[in-house]
């Protein structure tokens, strides 16, 4: 049998796709480790949005001359290109969203607050973002229904043999999780989450949007009933995101913002709505956005999503073993193999903001603070974590200058 290999992403070959490198930062090359906050974008994306402002922009679905014709299919053909990146069945299963937060938000509202009641139980995970959290916490407490965590173990990994103690005799209604963390990096078992939450009747909510940029997601293979994602962290614009749910979820729904575009009919007496997806889509979206969106899809795809995987896996293994040289660094998560290009750690005795800030002098860009995961944070006892996060424009180097960075940091301030 034919194996195909596909060729080893070279990252310094990416790099010079993006403009954003062209600069000095305080007179330094960039070394940009915040890609997990928003990646940078590629030449593609942004000339796919300005050749699209500049020949097809006109609003959608409404016009019947050429230029809404031809922005219509720019907006409806990144639906479908969006759609087979997740292997959704169906392009109408996508639902443009402004980011991965109001999906997940479209959700709770949605289905949440007509599906949840006293005696229900809503499960998310100790690692979630606060996008897949809050909206969660707040839609229970608005319906009577029990809201609990699923716990971590001290390597950063979900506690799936804590699930049947968690939920006791529960009604399951929910279980909310996400593919990778944002914080620690770590790979979750949404498809064993999945399985467990359907075995208890439960629908199954999967926030992909730091999955999506790293590793391929399949929604039907990931086996869950909703999953967001959001276009700014996978080099495409910010303001777009998208929520792919099963269709027999969606047609049972009740919209969730209501206005032009997403009826059937309106009369004094009643409102009828529309179809999927255009139930969800009131108003004028971002098109240019769904534009950049579905190039930016075309740009990770044709690099290929097994080879960004590897490439971070490489860079988080390089990055965990310089780090350990620095005895006074602590990082935390799971070792490289179980996790996406992202590293979280502190200095000690020096707090994460004056550690990125004299990092930024240098050219470092780093995150610091506790990443919109503050249940996390109280389990690692911190208040805040540095991260650096790495995409397929990283190169080794930026990692070494993120050290040498550090070295200065503990000269200045220790
Ligand atoms: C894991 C995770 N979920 C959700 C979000 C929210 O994404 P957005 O701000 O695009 O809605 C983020 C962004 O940092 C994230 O890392």
Known sequence: MAVTV????????????FPIFEQLIHGKPLSFLDSAASSQKPRQVLDAMQRFYETSYA????????????????????????????????????????NATEAINLVAYAWGLNNLGPGDLVLVTELEHHSNFVPWQYVARRTGADFRMLPLDDEGQLRLDALDELAGSSRVKVVAAGMVSNSLGSVNPVEKLSAWAHDRGAIM???????????VVDVQALGADFVAVTAHKL??????GALWGRMELLEEMEPFNLGGHMISRVTVEDTSWGEV???????????AEAVGFGAAVDYITEIGLDAIEQHEHELAA???????????VKTYGPPAKHRAGIVSFNVENIHPHDVAQILDGEGVAIRAGHHCCQPLMTKLGVAATNRASFYLYTVTDEIDRLVAGLHKVRKILS
């Open 6 to 17: 596909r060729p080893k992403l070279d990252a310094q070959k990416q790099r010079a796709d």
């Open 59 to 98: 609003n959608v679905h409404r016009g019947v001359y050429e230029l809404a014709e031809r922005a219509t299919a720019g907006y409806e053909g990144a639906r479908e290109t969006v759609g087979r990146f997740l292997n959704a069945p169906s392009p109408r299963e996508v639902v443009f969203t402004r």
């Open 205 to 215: 909510v999967c926030d992909a949007a730091q999955g999506a940029p790293h590793r």
């Open 235 to 240: 080099c495409g614009p910010s303001g777009i």
């Open 277 to 287: 997806p255009a139930k969800f889509e009131a108003g004028t979206q971002a098109i």
């Open 318 to 328: 390089y990055a965990l073993d310089r780090l350990a040289e620095l005895p006074w």
